[in-house]
């Protein structure tokens, strides 16, 4: 366990000294490092007859692509309404921001000289951003893809890195970790601020007809889409606990975090119907 929490210390030390630039940093917020993430990249090389050089070398690439990733996420939630100097340059520059991590990773790829590893990552990032289209153009209209879309734009880094490892033990966890991860993370924005691009979706799925804001709904409308979004939860927990007697010798660390995320599900949707 103590091999494990050295190296995620020291890749994400890396990874925080790498994104810093001063200048930035006094007009957008600090990057944000999904240990999560690093840490089931770092747990699935660790398996592998692999250097630490290799494995502190494509946790770093994998990892500022999805800083970049979500950096550029973030240019999109960016309030510009005003469209006030401030808010301008903090949009400018964090569209910079996202561009310049992407330029840090590929000059972390380009050092390795690694070819495989440059076209494994690309398609994942090529994933990642045709799912988002698909979320935000709301185009699908099939429950199980949608929620597939969510899959694929949390994973889809790792799932790609899972497959040139030969690891699909290691890419289902992964695959449903992440996807828990993010369904606790869109039922609670829903249940505080009223707001969730997953609740978005599933409104228009399931409300074709409603126009009226998430924050507009009714009690019971807000309680049936709590529930599918429970129902999903419920049914990836299931496969998390198959997937963990799949993977061999699953570290300690990473067996605590992820009973840590299960455990996170409490009776939200609950507790929020009856107090609305």
């Not at 990874?15 to 993430?37: A, M, N, S």
């Not at 076209?119 to 429950?143: P, S, W």
């Not at 606790?184 to 691009?197: A, L, P, T, Y």
């Amino acid at each position: 366990m103590h091999n494990i929490e050295s190296k995620l210390a020291i890749i994400k030390e890396q990874i925080e000294q790498r994104v810093h630039h001063p200048y930035l940093l006094r007009f957008i917020q600090t990057p944000i490092i999904d240990e999560d993430k690093l840490l089931l990249l770092i747990s699935i090389m660790d398996q592998l007859e692999l250097t630490e050089m290799e494995i502190k070398n494509y946790s770093l690439t994998t990892m500022l692509i999805q800083i970049a990733l979500d950096t550029h996420d973030y240019v999109s939630n960016l309030d510009l309404k005003d469209h006030e100097n401030d808010d301008q340059k903090k949009h400018q520059l964090t569209v910079l921001a996202g561009d310049y991590y992407s330029g840090l990773y590929y000059k972390l790829l380009a050092e390795t000289n690694n070819l495989a590893l440059i076209r494994t990552l690309a398609e994942g990032v090529k994933d990642i951003n045709e799912h988002k289209i698909f979320i935000y153009q709301q185009e699908q209209n099939e429950l199980d893809k949608i929620m597939n879309s969510f899959v694929k734009i949390e994973a889809s880094l790792i799932e790609k890195l899972s497959d040139y490892f030969k690891a699909p033990a290691w890419k289902e966890l992964s695959n449903h970790i992440l996807f828990v991860k993010r369904l606790f993370v869109e039922k609670n924005k829903f249940i505080q601020q009223g707001r969730s691009i997953l609740f978005e979706v599933l409104k228009k799925h399931v409300f074709p007809n409603n126009k009226n804001h998430l924050s507009e709904l009714t009690a019971e409308q807000n309680k049936y889409l709590l529930n599918i979004c429970d129902r999903y939860i419920d049914h990836t927990k299931q496969a998390i606990e198959k997937d963990m007697n799949k993977v061999p010798a699953l570290n300690e660390l990473l067996e605590k975090r992820i009973f840590w995320i299960l455990n996170q599900h409490h009776s939200l949707g609950k507790t929020f119907v009856e107090e609305g």
